[in-house]
Each structure stands twice: as structure tokens, then as C-alpha cells.
């Protein structure tokens, strides 16, 4: 990309770019197939923002796919501001810089869902809050009439400090199902734009089967197999699914009330979620060591939130 500026030692912007008269880029935060997250300073007020700057096959300006490509994502990102919930991290705004809508979000310090995993299976009960969290932001959209359709771990981000646990990506990341990481595409989502909310729930099955993998559902084990039905008229209501997931959340792996799920209660309350950890709007700002190598099905972080 022209005009960055020059890049210093600690991966920041010296006289970084101006972006829509108003978001100084400070540094390169992640990048993938769409695009590159960039940290930048807001200059009226001086808060730190995430942008994603899209990447097209082309100019908009002379290249008539990247212009309707660019056209698409400018629509869908303003549509996917409509959706009001404190667990969707949704844009705040869309700025056109030399004919690329570029999309700013609130940057969020924490990692994202796939990164806790790696660390090893999440005990039933806190699953259980992390679906509350999910549940009630993509209940949120579907109000609207927006249906996510790229539910998976690396687009689940948790805050470090408050634990609050955020759905990301709506509306701006590639719809398409074969770009989509394998195992959490529901079976009609080849349908394309036939897809509905009950693919979402599928998606969020199988999200929680892979928090759990390795550490066994527990309780959550029915609700697991009903959300992954092949038939979205099988699969269970989202009233049902909170039922179930609340009685999980408050029960540990024998039935007992669970530390994980006390641990979560302020959080849940608030964004009917919470949990761990440290990142960015579909970007990480870490403080920790760089994760290990990561799996097809686990991205690796950095380029799983540019997405």
C-alpha cells in the first residue's frame, strides 16, 4: 500500500497515512485473503480505533469487480451498524479513501476465541457463557434481518480485564462458503444468500463443540448434537438454546455450580457474555508470546481477524 509511511522498529507509523481526513494508521495490527487491520489514532479526539482496509483484486477507479466489490462492502458494513447489542462489535463508521470503504471499529484489547482454545478445552459451564454471548448478539442481528454467516472461533473475541466476549465481522468479511474455514459452515450455507438464522445456530454448535473438544460436553453434549441437525427445521429454537445453555452455565461438570460459571455472571449480565484475555476489532494488540503454529480449522490470529 503507497503512502503507509515508514515503519519503526517497534512496528509503528512514522507520519502514518491519513485516512478520511480523521484516523491516523499507527501500525499494522493483522492482515488476510480481505484485507489488513490497522491501530489508528483518531485525530479529533485522540482515541485508538481498529480500520480495516479491504483488499480487492483491483482499483475500483478502473477495475469494474473491484468496483462492485468495494460497492458491496461499503453496503453491507453500513447495514451491519444497524445491529445494537454490547456483545457485537459492529462498525462505526465507513470512510471512502481513493475508492475503498474503509471500516472503522472500537479496538478491543483481548484475543479471540480461537486463541484461548489452543490453550486447551473450555470446561462446560464456561462454553455455555460463551454461547450466551454469542446467542444474544446474533439474536440481535436476525431482529434486524442480518444474518452472520461466518461464525468461528477467530471471530470471537474476548477482552482482557473485563472479560467481556464479542461476536465480530458482521457484515465485512468474505460471505462466500468456500473462503469460510471448514467445520463451521452449516450444510445449506452453499445455498449463499438462502442461508438463515438457522445456519447461524449451526455455526455456534459447532463453535462450542470445538471450546469443549478434547475436554468432553458434558452437559452440553444434547444441545450439540440438536444445533449440528443437517435440517434447520431440526434444530432447536433460540429460546431453547439459551435454556439449555443457561442450565449449563450454572452447573459445573457434575451438576454443581461451577466456578467457571460464577467467575462469568457480572460479564454475562451486562453483554450476556464473558471470559478472558487481549485484542483488537478483528486485529490483536498481545502482550503475551506469539501462539503456536496454528491449524487449518484455527487460524492464525492475526490473520484470522483481518478477515
Known amino acids: 500500500m503507497s503512502g503507509d509511511g515508514e515503519l519503526a522498529p517497534d512496528g509503528g507509523l512514522i507520519g502514518g497515512r491519513l485516512i478520511g481526513g480523521r484516523y491516523r494508521l499507527v501500525a499494522r495490527i493483522g492482515s488476510g485473503p480481505t484485507g489488513t487491520v490497522w491501530r489508528a489514532r483518531d485525530e479529533r479526539d485522540g482515541g485508538e480505533v481498529a480500520v480495516k482496509e479491504p483488499s480487492l483484486p483491483g482499483s475500483p477507479s478502473d477495475d469494474e469487480e473491484s468496483a462492485r466489490i468495494a460497492h458491496r462492502l ?17 462498525p462505526r463508521e465507513v470512510v471512502t479513501e481513493d475508492g475503498l470503504p474503509w471500516i472503522v471499529m472500537e479496538l478491543v484489547r483481548g484475543e479471540s476465541l480461537s486463541e484461548v482454545v489452543r490453550r486447551g478445552p473450555l470446561p462446560p459451564a464456561e462454553a455455555a457463557r460463551v454461547g450466551l454471548a454469542v446467542l444474544a448478539a446474533l439474536r440481535a442481528a436476525h431482529a434486524v434481518g442480518i444474518v452472520h454467516r461466518d461464525i468461528k472461533p477467530a471471530n470471537v473475541l474476548v477482552e482482557s480485564g473485563t472479560g ?29 444468500p438462502g442461508a438463515g438464522p438457522a445456519s447461524d445456530l449451526w455455526s455456534l454448535g459447532a463453535l462450542l ?34 435454556a439449555a445453555l443457561e442450565a449449563c452455565r450454572g452447573a459445573g461438570a457434575d451438576g454443581a455450580p461451577g466456578a467457571a460459571g460464577a467467575a462469568g455472571a457480572a460479564g454475562a449480565a451486562g453483554a450476556a457474555g464473558a471470559v478472558v484475555p487481549e485484542q483488537a476489532a478483528g486485529a490483536v494488540v498481545q502482550d503475551r508470546a506469539p501462539a503456536p503454529a496454528p491449524t487449518e ?3 492464525a490470529l492475526v490473520s484470522d481477524a483481518a478477515r
Not at 468474505?174 to 463451521?184: I, K, M, N, T, V
Open 74 to 90: 461499503h453496503r453491507e458494513a453500513r447495514a451491519a451498524a444497524r445491529v445494537r447489542h454490547p456483545g457485537a462489535l459492529t
Open 209 to 242: 463443540a470445538l471450546a469443549v473438544e478434547g475436554g468432553g460436553p458434558g452437559p452440553l453434549g444434547p444441545l450439540l448434537d440438536r444445533l449440528r441437525a443437517a435440517s434447520p427445521a431440526a434444530r432447536p429454537t433460540p429460546d431453547e438454546v439459551a
Open 164 to 192: 467481556r466476549v464479542l461476536v465480530t465481522d458482521f457484515g465485512i468479511g468474505d460471505r462466500h462458503a468456500e473462503a469460510a474455514p471448514a467445520g463451521f459452515v452449516a450444510p445449506e450455507h452453499a445455498s449463499g
Open 297 to 299: 480449522s484455527a487460524p
